[in-house]
């Protein structure tokens, strides 16, 4: 799944650089959010807390919105995003929770 340009400018230029001498990767996964419903969605905590169960750490971990262009209508997803940085090794183990990469390729 490509993420848009609206999204790529959101988050830094170091794309899996190295933070800590540890190379990195970013995750991310839709937060749920619909439009006209402002009590519905998952909070970064609460969704940081599945990858920490699931032994990832988190470096970083940043709201934010997938860039797609998208309906406004009520009941419709926002298209906010919840994205973490993690440690590339850990980035099977986030895939398999069903966490999309982002990555350089995403940047158009």
Partial sequence: MAVSLGLALLL?????QQSDEVETAF?????GTLHCETTRGISLEA???ELIR????????RKSYDGREGI???????GGINVYEIAKS????????????????SKK
């Avoid at 830094?12 to 899996?16: D, E, H, L, M, T």
């Avoid at 699931?54 to 971990?61: D, H, K, M, V």
């Avoid at 850990?90 to 390729?105: I, M, V, Y």
């Fill in 12 to 16: 830094p230029s170091a794309w899996g």
């Fill in 54 to 61: 699931n032994g990832i750490s988190i470096i970083t971990r």
């Fill in 90 to 105: 850990d980035l099977p183990q986030a895939l398999k929770l069903e966490f999309q990469r982002l990555d350089s390729s």
């Fill in 47 to 49: 969704m940081a807390q």
């Fill in 27 to 31: 995750v991310y996964k839709p937060d």
């Fill in 72 to 78: 406004a209508v009520c009941g419709k997803p926002t």
